[in-house]
């Protein structure tokens, strides 16, 4: 069973902090990785995707991948209370269906 | 750029109907994807179609049908209702099956 684990929270930042979100895949094929963010009630939305090791940054998110301890974090500068939502770390094999974690809870404390 | 049209939004069934939920992809994406998602079970694919033809099937029972038509557009049905079925049914589309992957604003099912 291929499987994508995160800690599913809530994790606390104060505002203006760095949070770190996380997560291990299981699949060693897996070649895309995504996060997602979800506000209550509302749809997925794609913020990061990463596809080779290292970090790749957009504004105040930094993905970070590393296949070989087949692990993905997100990083997030800044932080302010509108970040505060469920992240969801998703993974692909070639054209497999996406596999998602089940979220981790962020609270930024204003 | 429209993004991902789902319709219904909201939907009330009684348990035994069936319903069909439709989903319009971005433009120039062939594939599409349909997802389960409740709070207790989190994000569970149900299948994907790619250029007509489902690719990729999640362990659901057989009752979870769908179909992709000549533009993209996609259909869902559940025949036979069960209480469980109660989600929010989300469906993404993507360029190709491996690219980045855009979801709708759901349809969130209530059955009673």
């Known amino acids: 069973q291929k499987e994508v684990e995160q800690n599913s929270g809530p994790l606390s930042v104060p505002e203006g902090a760095i949070a770190s979100l996380n997560c291990t895949y299981s699949?060693?094929?897996?070649?895309?990785f995504f996060w997602y963010r979800q506000y209550s009630g509302k749809s997925p939305e794609l913020i990061m995707s990463?596809?080779?090791?290292g970090d790749k940054e957009d504004g105040r998110f930094t993905a970070q991948l590393n296949k070989a301890s087949q692990y993905v974090s997100l990083l997030i500068r800044d932080s302010q209370p509108s970040d505060s939502a469920t992240y969801l770390c998703?993974?692909?094999?070639?054209?497999?269906?996406?596999?998602f974690g089940s979220g981790t809870r962020l609270q930024v404390q204003p | 750029k429209a993004g991902v049209t789902q319709t219904p939004r909201y939907l009330i069934k009684t348990r035994g109907q069936q319903v069909t939920l439709s989903c319009s992809p971005i433009s120039g994406h062939r594939s599409v994807s349909w997802y389960q998602q409740t709070p207790g079970q989190g994000l569970q694919f149900l299948f994907e179609?790619?250029?007509?033809?489902?690719?990729n099937k999640g362990n659901f029972p057989g009752r979870f049908s769908g179909r992709q038509f000549s533009n993209s557009r996609s259909e869902m049905n559940v025949s036979t209702l069960e209480l469980g079925d109660s989600a929010l049914y989300l469906c993404a589309s993507s360029l190709t099956g491996s690219a980045e992957a855009f979801f709708g604003q759901g349809t969130r099912l209530t059955v009673v």
């Open positions: 998703a993974v692909r094999e070639g054209r497999r269906a996406l596999t």
């Open positions: 179609y790619f250029s007509e033809t489902q690719r």
């Open positions: 699949d060693r094929g897996s070649q895309s």
């Open positions: 990463i596809y080779s090791n």
